[in-house]
């Protein structure tokens, strides 16, 4: 005759105890359980006394940051991405074009450079224009031949000097008239130099300057870029250092 108290119909094994009168038989696990789970329909085991629950965050606290290492959590589907970095406004692109004060060269200080470069240039080729005019005007034709060389090594030399004048406004936005006054040549576009082809070209184009009473040299003053008219030509401003 099988036990009540066993489901299964097994016997307590020797030496087992049967339950008493009034205990209940203890619980075996349903079908398909493992031992030690609840069953169904049963709540889980709860801590015991003195335990404590997991710790759940509190209100108004951050969840749990990353470890090292670990990438920052991703949106979710359909979440905003974050906004984008700012861009550059107009005040950061006229800073960077205008040089590192933002700040445009004034009138006095080109005039200054502008003419250190050409007392540079000018003051050899008239010594030796000079020099080249008096041995022409001794009246011997071996003297003249003399003076006409001068001449023509003082014209050298003063467009070999503009040249290397030109060269250094172009690769480096600076001459040493330029360079004494603080300023410096650049493009109003990329605010860099604009090398040796293009103050070359400007340089020409300080033609249209002189052709009215020399107003385009003068234009700066008034002028909201402080461009002369080779400066408009070129695309180009002078800016302070």
Known sequence: MGN????????????????GYGQQPPAQPGYGQQPGQPGYGQPP?????????????????????????QPPAQPGYGAPPGSPPAQAGYQE??????????????????????????????????VLYLIGAMLSSSGSGGAAAIGALFVLIGAAVYFGLLLWIIYQEGTT??????????????SA?????????????????????????YLGFLWPLWDDRKQTF????CNTIVVRN
Not at 175 to 184: D, H, N, P, T
Not at 189 to 213: N, S
């Open 93 to 126: 692109v006229h800073h960077h074009h205008y040089g590192s004060t933002g700040q445009l060269a004034e009138w006095g200080s080109r005039a200054g450079g502008y003419i250190i470069d050409y007392l540079i240039a000018g003051a050899p080729f008239f």
């Open 4 to 19: 009540p108290y066993d489901p299964y119909g097994q016997q307590p094994g020797y030496g087992q105890q049967q339950p």
């Open 189 to 213: 576009q990329t605010g860099q130099p604009i090398g040796f082809g293009m103050a070359f070209l400007r340089k020409i184009a300080h033609f249209l300057d002189g052709l009215v009473c």
């Open 173 to 186: 936005g600076q001459s040493i008239g330029k360079r004494q006054m603080g300023i410096r040549l650049v």
């Open 45 to 69: 085991a709860q801590p015991g006394y003195g335990q404590q629950p997991p710790a759940q965050p509190g209100y108004g606290q951050p969840p749990a940051q990353p470890g090292y290492g």
């Open 230 to 233: 080779a400066d408009k030509v």
